[in-house]
T-cell receptor, first 109, second 113 residues
Framework: AQRVTQPEKLLSVFKGAPVELKCNYSYSGSPELFWYVQYSRQRLQLLLR??SRESIKGFTADLNKGETSFHLKKPFAQEEDSAMYYC???????????FGKGITLSVRP | EPEVTQTPSHQVTQMGQEVILRCVPI?????FYWYRQILGQKVEFLVS????????KSEIFDDQFSVERPDGSNFTLKIRSTKLEDSAMYFC???????????FGEGSRLTVL
């Protein structure tokens, strides 16, 4: 069975500091990895997915199959990045998402 | 961007009562999902629904739970006899045809007393 691990619950940084939110996964096949974000009192929204290899709001994430990781990074955090971030895995085109426990990112001024 | 409306936004119920949570996607979609999030815990998969049938369900989705799409529009989650541990946020999601992205509703908070 697949599993997603986000080892930290909270990351607090100052504005302008680099951010790395860790995500590790376990799955024997070829997964698709995602990062979802939930701003205060808003819905879960897709931030990025590994197959599109794009940067959204300055965030990037690279799938490292050797380390089974999909860490989310941003070189300079902004206050508006403060939110809950969830790493998620899908095993197929229409299969369910399996979520990690999420991490709260707090960016202080 | 697709829209998914969930009602009610918050429901308080007594233990043992039946609850129906509704999800209304604005445009046509084939794949529907229900997830729940107990306070302080992770988002957990409950059930997926495709072509008017359950395609996958988790161990959480026991006989007390059911889903249906009665009128081709609303997608409902019914909890037959609520327990205290059913208190959670329940999220409906649809899968978009063009990007394959899972698009979530804003959630329905269920409080069982």
């Amino acid at each position: 069975a697949q599993r997603v691990t986000q080892p930290e619950k909270l990351l607090s940084v100052f504005k302008g500091a680099p951010v790395e939110l860790k995500c590790n996964y376990s799955y024997s096949g070829s997964p698709e990895l995602f990062w979802y974000v939930q701003y205060s009192r808003q819905r879960l929204q897709l931030l990025l997915r590994h197959i599109s290899r794009e940067s959204i709001k300055g965030f990037t994430a690279d799938l490292n199959k050797g380390e089974t990781s999909f860490h989310l990074k941003k070189p300079f955090a902004q206050e508006e990045d403060s939110a809950m971030y969830y790493c998620a895995l899908s095993t197929g085109a229409n299969s369910k998402l399996t979520f990690g426990k999420g991490i709260t990112l707090s960016v202080r001024p | 961007e697709p829209e998914v409306t969930q009602t009610p936004s918050h429901q308080v119920t007594q233990m043992g009562q039946e609850v129906i949570l509704r999800c209304v996607p604005i445009s046509n979609h084939l794949y529907f999902y229900w997830y729940r999030q107990i306070l302080g815990q992770k988002v957990e998969f409950l059930v997926s629904f495709y072509n008017n049938e359950i395609s996958e369900k988790s161990e959480i989705f026991d006989d007390q739970f059911s889903v249906e799409r009665p009128d081709g529009s609303n997608f409902t989650l019914k909890i037959r006899s609520t327990k205290l541990e059913d208190s959670a946020m329940y999220f409906c999601a649809i899968r978009t045809a063009n990007t394959g992205e899972l698009f979530f509703g804003e959630g329905s908070r269920l409080t069982v007393l």
